[in-house]
């Protein structure tokens, strides 16, 4: 219309400096509205995670700065615990993250399973021990965090084997060994053992799963003598 002439310059400029005008009042009434909804973001507490408060360290009417940023209160989430402990670094090749192991509380009459989650690559500088962290699935809360509790770690898990009794076991120049009943008489084979659990040691090396071993008069025992089976071992 101004091109053509039809409305006068007085009046476009009249015109488009209301206009002007208001986007400029449009567009700071968006900051303004920004600024509110962030104002309103900022006044309403919500939890990063779901849990159970366990302690409110700021009450209603408290001044609490945003800058820099005030604790609150203190969220636990029960359903995944984190079980801490240490161990002696003779135990470091057996334990890796993913490993089983299994937890006992006795405050919450509780014994299952738990996992390996972390293994600390650094020995404590007094203890010569190693952190050990294991997770520990809590449905229902049923245990409470800062319990304490016994670990029993897996240290290999072997499809079969042969647990062989301590009092079995002959040491001679260094080398293992252990006298085996075959068609009814013994048979001396040296071995290679393993870890310990309780009376029995682990065989590694030597006779196969489901071999008999003898366990007494060992001291009267020579490779091939007939031998009378009172018991299989």
Do not use: W
């Not at 009459?109 to 809590?138: C, H, I, K, M």
């Not at 898990?157 to 002959?170: F, H, S, T």
């Not at 090396?205 to 089976?229: F, N, Y």
């Amino acid at each position: 219309l101004l091109a053509n002439k039809a409305v006068p310059r007085a009046n476009y400029d009249k015109i488009k400096a209301q206009y002007d005008g208001a986007a400029a009042q449009l567009a700071m009434a968006e900051a303004g509205l920004k600024q509110a909804e962030k104002a309103l973001r900022d006044s309403e507490l919500r939890a990063p995670y779901q849990g159970e408060i366990t302690m409110i360290l700021k009450e209603i009417g408290e001044y609490a700065p945003a800058m820099p940023p005030t604790m609150l209160m203190k969220i636990v989430d029960s359903s995944t615990l984190v079980v801490q402990t240490f161990l002696p670094e003779s135990e470091s090749p057996f334990v890796a993250v993913g490993r089983s192991a299994e937890v006992h509380i006795d405050s919450a009459d509780y014994s299952g399973p738990a996992r390996v989650s972390f293994v600390s690559p650094r020995l404590e500088p007094g203890s010569q021990t190693f952190e050990v962290r294991l997770e520990l699935d809590n449905p229902g809360a049923r245990i409470k965090a800062g319990a304490f509790c016994r670990v029993r770690l897996v240290r290999r898990e072997l499809e079969q084997a042969l647990l062989a009794p301590l009092r079995a076991v002959l040491r001679e120049g260094g080398k293992d060994f252990l006298y085996l009943l075959e068609d009814g008489r013994a048979r001396r084979v040296e071995v290679k053992l393993g870890e310990t659990s309780g009376d029995r040691v682990l065989v590694l090396e030597g006779p196969q799963p489901g071999a008999r071993v003898i366990t007494s008069a060992l001291d009267r025992l020579r490779p091939g003598q007939a031998v009378a089976a009172a018991g299989r071992n």
